[in-house]
């Protein structure tokens, strides 16, 4: 049988013996394993990265009907016309076990029949929200805000149902004799996970 060796600088050959050979392959095999641990390792901090960082790329979106565009996440679905709505976008599903996808909508509404300043236009809308929640409404917090270079109000309350309670936050602004309507819609206990996107969305909205 063959016998491994080397030969040393001074030009004698050494013999390895079996010992010495199991240990390189021992060291051997240590280090494959430890690269490819490595680099499944890189493989999941970039799939990570990717993940993360998709979730923060906003896409611009244009209603040209509407006359207006807004930005929303790459991850989010959008349906037009629907419900009354001219566009609503539809956050991801989390699981098999998520019943209910958090939403902003975008309502468009010509006041031309009935011209109102933003003052009369607020007092109207949360008084229509008191007649559909009744008892049901809850105000969280009523201000001013601007929105597309104009002065508009944020509206956050809470209405309860039979089967769940859901949170909303709704910003408007008045163009001439059209209305803007923004609101994000979402379960109580999940509303915080997405409002920051809600509010970037309203931050870039512009009427065009």
Do not use: C
């Amino acid at each position: 049988m063959r016998r491994r060796g080397f030969t040393e600088p001074d030009g004698k050959r050494r013999v390895i013996n079996k010992t010495e050979v199991n240990e390189v392959s021992r060291r051997q095999k240590q280090t494959r394993i430890a690269m490819i641990v490595a680099l499944v390792g890189v493989v999941l901090i970039l799939g990570v990265i990717l993940l993360v960082g998709k979730d923060h790329i906003y896409k611009k979106y244009y209603n040209k009907a509407g006359g207006f565009s807004i930005k929303y996440p790459v991850t989010w679905a959008l349906e037009e016309n629907k419900g009354g709505a001219a566009v609503i976008f539809f956050s991801p599903k989390e699981n098999a076990l998520d019943f209910f996808k958090e939403n902003v909508n975008v309502v468009v509404q010509d006041i031309s029949a009935n011209p109102l300043n933003l003052e009369a236009y607020t007092k109207l809308a949360i008084k229509q929200m008191r007649l559909v929640f009744e008892s049901n409404f809850i105000i969280v917090e009523s201000v001013p805000i601007t929105i597309a270079g104009r002065a508009g109000h944020k509206l956050i309350f809470i209405g309860k149902g039979p089967d769940t309670e859901l949170k909303y936050m709704s910003a408007w602004v008045l163009d001439g004799l059209t209305a803007y309507q923004i609101t994000y819609t979402a379960i109580s206990s999940h509303y915080d996970e997405y409002a920051g996107k809600m509010k970037k969305m309203v931050r870039s909205f512009r009427i065009e």
